[in-house]
């Protein structure tokens, strides 16, 4: 409904999603095989410190081009400068647009790794990283004993009991969200072969009859008079989906799961073919209902009930049909 109010959308994407069905154009983009890759968001999650470049391996196709090239022309074309650091607008006012490379070199080669344009000739450039295949380690392990530089409180001690933060857990604590209209609770799983919901368009990874199953342990199916494989019915105070049921152990009693990225609409024939449901039908999605601290969505630990459908046969269905009226 919002997107239908917008005078434009715009899409990046290589096929039409089912959010990208809303738009007034999708601009193609490049496939992580088609363009130069460089994780800069998750180096720093990494417990040795690592570096890596990949290239290219294939030139795009059709008129696909990356992200960045393509948000660089349109900043052009309306006049204006998309970086969040002052002194790269200032460069582009004068007519020096730096690409997302040449700024991680740039990084890259003034850091303590770097070469330093040439004056450390042992150090680092993206150039010398790239020759690497495999990636070059920077260290042993991460860098330690950083924690006193970084914490301003007078006692020098990280402070976790904020009271604010305490009164929402007590809060959460004495609710936990379960009710008798919604007794269970559910929360999201990410499957192996699925990885949010790109890969159900490939054959090789939807073989083996692959289906859309809600995750419930045995005592919560038997509560509900269900079987592993009968179809349920999952309902929240936001909506309704329907999905079989796998009943394992591995959940905990009063958790059910329902992976998302499933209950495809959108460009790709095999995975609409694969049926499912949309799990955000069941999240909240009012201003009312995001997360008291953080203002996040509330996407976990949803209250719901789960329930058998009941399947009514085909006679049945016939005979409870009134009979035509005389002529």
Do not use: C
Not at 225 to 248: K, Q
């Amino acid at each position: 409904q919002a997107f239908e109010q917008l005078d434009l959308l715009v899409s990046l994407d290589f096929y039409v999603s089912d959010t990208s069905r809303h738009a007034d154009y999708v601009l193609p983009a490049t496939t992580f095989l088609e363009r130069e890759d460089i994780p800069v968001a998750f180096l720093g999650f990494f417990n040795t410190p690592f570096m890596q470049v990949t290239e290219a391996v294939v030139p795009a196709r059709g008129e696909a081009r990356q992200e960045w090239r393509i948000i660089d022309d349109l900043s052009r074309r309306i006049g204006i400068a998309p970086y969040s650091l002052k002194p790269l607008r200032v460069l582009a006012r004068l007519g020096y647009r730096i690409s997302p490379r040449r700024l991680i070199d740039a990084v890259l080669r003034t850091g303590p790794a770097g070469d330093w344009f040439g004056l450390r000739r042992s150090g680092l450039s993206l150039k010398k990283v790239a020759r690497a295949p495999h990636g070059i380690v920077l260290g042993d392990h991460i860098q330690t004993d950083v924690l006193g530089n970084r914490v301003r409180h007078p006692d020098r001690r990280v402070r976790i009991g904020d009271e604010t933060a305490l009164g929402e857990i007590d809060r959460l604590e004495r609710s936990n969200g379960a009710t008798r209209q919604f007794p269970l609770s559910l929360i999201g799983l990410r499957e192996l072969r699925s990885h949010n919901s790109w890969m159900h368009n490939s054959p090789l990874l939807m073989r083996g009859g692959r289906t859309h199953a809600l995750r419930i342990h045995p005592d919560d199916a038997a509560a509900a008079d269900l079987v592993d494989g009968a179809r349920a019915r999952i309902a929240s105070a936001s909506g309704v989906v329907e999905a079989p049921v796998m009943i394992t152990d591995e959940m905990t009693p009063g958790t059910v799961a329902l992976p998302h990225g499933w209950g495809h609409r959108g460009g790709w024939k095999l995975a609409n073919e694969a049926g499912g449901a949309n799990v955000n039908q069941l999240a909240p999605s009012g201003p009312e209902s995001l997360e008291r601290l953080a203002g996040m969505a509330h996407l976990n630990g949803i209250p719901v009930r789960v329930e058998a459908v009941v399947t009514v046969p085909a006679e049945d269905t016939a005979a409870a049909e009134p009979a035509p009226a005389a002529v």
